[in-house]
């Protein structure tokens, strides 16, 4: 059984930064895709960024430029560097893991565990 913790989360002013992390255990990840979501309160669950095996990255538009994911290997635990934080940013950051590598990365659906939350809370 796969467990993934999400930590680093927080309370922090607009403009600056958090980092988050996301340790696995139960089963190596390396080899696997990860990604990284959020939810606001009242609003679905979307698409942060991901990582695939290899290490290439994506992400989604509105993070573009201000957020990096990040994984090591050796410490079996995903990563995301948030910069330039802004309130709309405010949301329980979620990290997953596909375990069938499928692709469609920015899809909860493909998704096989998830983490339990992190708060990050970005004041104006």
């Known amino acids: 059984q796969v467990q993934l913790v999400e930590s680093g989360g927080g309370l922090v002013q607009a403009g600056g930064s958090l980092s988050l992390s996301c340790a696995a255990s139960?089963?190596?990840?390396?080899?696997?895709?990860m990604g990284w979501f959020r939810q606001a309160p009242g609003k679905e669950r979307e698409f942060v960024a991901a990582?695939?095996?290899?290490?290439?990255?994506n992400y989604a538009d509105p993070v573009k430029g201000r957020f990096t994911i990040s994984r090591d290997n050796a410490k079996n635990t995903l990563y995301l560097r948030m910069n330039s934080l802004k309130p709309e940013d405010t949301a329980v950051y979620y990290c997953?893991?596909?375990?069938?590598?499928?692709?469609?990365?920015?899809?909860?659906?493909?998704?096989?565990?998830w983490g339990q939350g992190t708060q990050v809370t970005v004041s104006s």
């Open positions: 990582i695939n095996w290899f290490g290439n990255t």
């Open positions: 139960g089963r190596t990840v390396s080899h696997y895709h």
């Open positions: 997953a893991l596909d375990l069938n590598n499928s692709g469609r990365y920015s899809s909860t659906g493909e998704y096989d565990y």
